[in-house]
């Protein structure tokens, strides 16, 4: 028998207890329309928490949408890592749904235990399997993980089992190489970002994903689609469809933002800085 979400109730409690009870709300911050965010991976050493309570904190919207691997229950079974920061990333989402902003979480392969519980709300936190977005200038967005799209998640869980081990030991890697590069004075760099830029195979299965995302958002009759998964923060025209992906909160500290008049941008945060101005803008689309 499937369990109820009131048996989350004392998890949650558990995982908030001492946790800091912040209200931030007097701090100056940018407004949105709506954010989306994926690919966090609370639970992992290479979750970039306290970047992502520092974007949190500096921008605010009327939707905030987590569009999947929020929770990497994948690693959280092998070995549990559950640092205050990641707590304090909790609260901080039921916060905003407590001040009103309407938060909608779509588990993605990571979290998808949550699947067990689509249609409940958590702390006012909506769990639904995708959603449809419409901008201020009456654009619709199918919002969906991305994961669905994916072959080997689909057809081969044990090989995406293994690649993610293998991720999981290139952010390691990556790790000491940004300690060193701190030390001597150099900016942050992705291992992972630029091995996958390299690789012909890789290229090949982004694209694809793109794609195929894209396709299905088309025929289900949406101007675009906002997904993760892939960890490639991404907006381009498709076929004539609004292909966003938001990119991940573990190399790319990215964001995907709409503005009160509708624009679409994807931000990136500098972890290094604290002011909400140096936050860098990649790419813009008019509306």
Known sequence: MRAGP???????????????????????????????????????AGCQAQALLGFLKAHRSDYLYLVGDIVDGWQLRRRWFWPQSHNDVVQKLLRRARKGCKVVFIP??????????????????EVRDDAVHTTADGRKLWVTHGDY???VIQCAKWLAFLGDN????????????NSLRARMGLPYWSLSAYLKQKVKTAL???????????NAARALGH????????????????NGI?????????????????????????????????????????QE???
């Not at 946790?19 to 994926?38: C, E, G, K, N, W």
């Not at 293998?166 to 790790?175: A, D, I, K, P, S």
């Not at 101007?223 to 498709?238: L, N, S, T, W, Y």
């Open 223 to 238: 101007d675009g689609v906002v997904c993760g998964h892939i960890h490639r923060a991404e907006m381009r025209d498709i």
């Open 166 to 177: 293998l991720y999981e030991f290139t952010l390691r890697l990556n790790r000491y190489l």
């Open 149 to 151: 799209f994916d072959g």
């Open 242 to 282: 609004l292909y966003c992906n938001d990119g991940d909160w573990v190399e790319s500290r990215s964001a995907l933002v709409e503005h009160l008049d509708g624009r679409l941008e994807l931000l990136y945060w500098n972890a290094e800085q604290t002011s909400s101005a140096l936050v860098h803008v990649q």
């Open 108 to 125: 993605g392969n990571h979290d998808e235990f949550a699947r067990g519980f689509l249609g409940h709300e958590f702390g006012g936190i």
């Open 6 to 44: 009131d048996a989350f109730a004392p998890l949650v409690r558990g995982m908030l207890d001492g946790a800091p009870m912040d209200d931030d709300d007097h701090l100056p911050a940018r407004r949105y329309r709506a954010i989306f965010v994926s690919d966090i991976h609370l639970g992992t």
């Open 204 to 214: 090949n299965y982004v694209t694809d994903f793109e794609v195929a995302v894209a």
């Open 285 to 287: 689309v008019p509306a």
